[in-house]
Nanobody, 126 residues
């Protein structure tokens, strides 16, 4: 498992942008590759997979609800980003970063992930 810390949440008006960051520590070897994911959960709703990226080959996968608005990326400093553009009030949620060790495909199934951050709140007003 790795330790994950999210940052970058906040309040923004509809149509605005935010960039979330997820810093991963305790990567014990540069030979390890992970699938990283961003999930969100709004009050009274189920957790939803938003975006995922393979640090092995940078393949990505997105939920239909954020396709063409959100972009997930990963840098060589073990930071995973979620660029969120054209934000909508329905994007309001607590956003979580997650990871599991794999060289496989990115996935939006939360059950595959075994490391989670504490979350960062995103609020979009109309």
């Amino acid at each position: 498992q790795v330790q994950l810390v999210e940052s970058g949440g906040g309040s923004v008006q509809a149509g605005g942008s935010l960039r979330l960051s997820c810093s991963a520590s305790r990567f014990t070897s540069s030979n390890y590759y992970f699938v990283m994911g961003w999930f969100r959960q709004a009050p009274g709703k189920e957790r939803e997979g938003v975006a995922s990226i393979s640090t092995w080959n940078s393949n990505t996968r997105y939920a239909d609800s954020v396709e063409d608005r959100f972009t997930i990326s990963h840098d060589n400093k073990n930071i995973t980003y979620l660029q969120m553009n054209s934000l909508k009030p329905e994007d309001t949620a607590m956003y979580y970063c997650a990871a599991f060790r794999s060289t496989g495909l990115p996935v939006l199934d939360a059950n595959r992930y075994n490391s989670w951050g504490q979350g960062t709140q995103v609020t979009v007003s109309s």
